[in-house]
């Protein structure tokens, strides 16, 4: 790096953190509910961890431009989902999940995201298993789902409640993106 490249100024990242706000929730479900109103009417949040500072178990928060800040209070109210409070972003933020473990077993392909895992028979696209997490919903998400084609199984954030439900369904979609090309 020369000595003039030193003294140009920095380029700031398209969205400081004082341009982002976190909607918090009283549970997960309705994050869920809430993540799922929000990108249907086009607006850009993603959903993560919550900073240290503000968590308090298995959390998560809405990410979002805080210009946006009234138009998306106004679709949530209109929805019936409204945050327990709104924060500006002083802290990072923490991916609920960061990335995907893939594990072939021969006849059999496993996606887990988080802790939880989802297996599949490859052939016929059936799932096999669906295990992890601690969450109370996990046992009725398995049973709700094995045994199911992968592409008529209902999606977890459908009938999941809880953040288990909801790295569940990381796991499925990735595993609907292998498979059903």
Known sequence: MSFFEFLK???????????????????????????????????????MGPPPEIQSGCDLVIEFPLIEE????????????????????????????????????GQHLMVRAANMKLTIDKDTKIIVNISGGGCPDVPYLAQEMVGQSLSEAPKPREIGHTLCGYALQLAYEEMTRRCLL
């Open 9 to 47: 100024p920095k380029k700031k990242s398209q969205e400081s953190a004082q341009d982002r706000g976190i909607l918090v929730f009283e549970h997960t479900s309705e994050v869920i509910r809430a993540e799922s109103v929000l990108k249907a009417s086009g607006r850009k949040i993603r959903v």
């Open 70 to 105: 009234l138009k998306i209070i106004r679709t949530l109210k209109e929805a019936g989902v409204v945050p327990r409070k709104i924060v500006p972003v002083n802290s990072p933020l923490l991916k609920p999940v960061n990335l995907f473990h893939i594990k072939d077993f």
